[in-house]
């Protein structure tokens, strides 16, 4: 078993937390076909979102293979793929911008504004 599969399939254990409620709320979210649960804040903290989508997480918790499954859906190039992909990577955890924005901060923007909307505050 790839040592993420357990992230998407187990329960998050759900400790005490600053709210004095004992629980944390936990957002359901469609990644590619996968419906997995992720912790509010993650979703909509960009401090923490950025903590854990980084460029440290992707070179020291991600194993090899991880990294190789998540490149394949990086743009393939005819020369030099696997250099250009390297500096594509870290162009995009650098905040680098991407013609219409970076695509995580972006993404971090959309889960936030997301969750607002459904909670209806914006």
Known sequence: M????H???DPLELGPCGDGHGTR???DCLLGGTR???PEDLLEDPEIFFDVVSLSTWQEVLSDSQR?????FLPQF???SA???NELILALFSGENFRFGNPLHIAQKLFRDTELAESGFV
Do not use: A, C, G, K
Not at 2 to 5: P, Y
Not at 68 to 72: R, S, V
């Open 2 to 5: 790839d040592s993420l599969d």
């Open 78 to 80: 005819p020369e030099d």
């Open 36 to 38: 997995v649960s992720l």
């Open 25 to 27: 709320i936990m957002e």
């Open 68 to 72: 190789e499954h998540l490149q394949q």
């Open 83 to 85: 250099e250009q992909q």
């Open 7 to 9: 992230m998407l399939t």
